[in-house]
């Protein structure tokens, strides 16, 4: 899967979930700007943060993986 996808599925579902980027990042435990770059496709995110942001987000990794 290309980087680029995990950024947009991750920022989409943070959207829906009515969460800010300042709001995930505390609750994930990362700084705003790491999550920054991982939404804007800048940086791909380590399978241990794809595993937090699901859980957070109450999505399955599968959803986030989607092409």
């Known amino acids: 899967m290309e980087r680029k996808q995990w950024g947009r599925r991750i920022r989409a ?22 999550l920054g770059e991982i939404e804007r496709e800048n940086r791909t995110p380590t399978p241990e943060l794809v595993q937090q942001v699901s859980e957070t987000l109450n999505v399955s990794i599968d959803e986030i993986l989607v092409n």
């Open 13 to 34: 579902f943070r959207k829906l979930k009515g969460l800010t980027q300042e709001d995930l990042a505390r609750k994930l435990g990362v700084s705003l700007s790491i």
